[in-house]
């Protein structure tokens, strides 16, 4: 069971590196500065539930197929990260994306079939440090993932990775009104920030 983690930014990085604590075979496809990032330091998590720092697999191109991919970029980056992973979705691919909204699965079913994109979230805050480690804040964690319909169901393996997680990781049986549920949270609360200009600690 190979993963692909598409970035190892904030929230890439940080359920990679989970994986790889559970025994997962977890590659990163990074940008070159962050390879080098990487190459020098290695890969860090700063968290409540336990620090991580280890050597990681990180690669700027790919050419051979995995059996999941996780894709973890911003939506603006989408079409840039479809190119980027094309070369590692092969027929029996499935593809996690974990980006907020809905909107990225017309693009991922369009490049590589709806039978392959999984439905995914994370309920998580992240952020990179000026040093490029991975601050965890609080303790909130959680990977959601699912099938999209009967025609597509998770395979075994890739659920078994997944659930390597622990009780952080959950499977879904309706992926897309867990989906709509995140998405309405953080449009609310983006709202609110956005019309009272402050963060949510100042309004409360």
Known sequence: MRILVLGAGAIGGYFGARLLQHGV?????VRPARAATLAATG?????????????VAA????????DLVIVSCK??????????????????????????????LDALDA?????????GLAHISVT????????????????????RGRDAPVPAAVRGALMALGPQAIESADIIAAMWDK??????????????RANVGQIL
């Not at 690669?59 to 995995?66: E, F, H, K, M, S």
């Not at 998405?183 to 009272?196: D, K, N, Q, Y």
């Open 128 to 147: 990179l440090d000026a040093n490029g480690a991975i601050e965890h804040l609080g303790k909130l964690e959680w990977l959601t993932f699912g099938s």
């Open 43 to 55: 890969l860090r998590v700063h968290s409540g539930r336990g620090d991580f720092s280890a050597a």
């Open 25 to 29: 075979d977890v590659s990163f496809l």
């Open 111 to 119: 490049a590589f079939g709806a039978t392959r994109v999984l439905g």
């Open 183 to 196: 998405f309405a949270f953080i449009s609310t609360l983006a709202g609110i920030t956005c019309l009272l």
């Open 59 to 66: 690669l700027t191109t790919v050419d051979a197929a995995y």
């Open 75 to 104: 939506a603006y980056d989408l079409d840039a990260a479809i190119t980027a992973i094309a070369p590692a979705v092969g027929p029996h691919t499935r593809v996690l994306p974990l980006l907020n909204g809905l909107r990225h």
